[in-house]
């Protein structure tokens, strides 16, 4: 069983920067993928980021490579979320997600979320 909580979101204006946390709860932290994914309003809930327990690769969405990067703390039990050059389209709630298969995360088909958290950019 893993548990998830994000923090972190906000209100910014573009070309800022956010740094999203979600700290993960159970001894099996450390074997599940993690990723990210947003939903803006009237949208479905698409991909952003996600990285693989195993050797840490990473892997983005088109939208957001080169501004966004993903990390995780094993020890601490928390995935990150850095988003720089942050654009209005953005906006969203932002999701973590996880899963023992990266690609399952990737077609949203992830054992467990988080509750969200709201990221806003102004222009």
């Known amino acids: 069983q893993v548990q998830l909580v994000e923090s972190g979101g906000g209100l910014v204006q573009a070309g800022d920067s956010l740094r999203l946390s979600c700290a993960a709860s159970?001894?099996?932290?450390?074997?599940?993928?993690m990723g990210w994914l947003r939903q803006a309003p009237g949208k479905e809930r698409e991909f952003v980021a996600g990285?693989?327990?195993?050797?840490?690769?990473?892997y983005y969405a088109d939208s957001v490579k080169g501004r966004f990067t993903i990390s995780r703390d094993n020890a601490k039990n928390t995935v990150y979320l850095q988003m720089n050059s942050l654009k209005p389209e953005d906006t969203a709630v932002y999701y973590c997600?996880?899963?023992?298969?990266?690609?399952?995360?990737?077609?949203?088909?992830?054992?467990?979320w988080g509750q969200g958290t709201q990221v806003t950019v102004s222009s």
């Open positions: 997600a996880a899963d023992r298969v990266l690609s399952k995360v990737v077609r949203g088909e992830y054992e467990y």
């Open positions: 159970g001894r099996t932290f450390s074997r599940y993928c």
């Open positions: 990285i693989r327990w195993s050797d840490g690769s990473t």
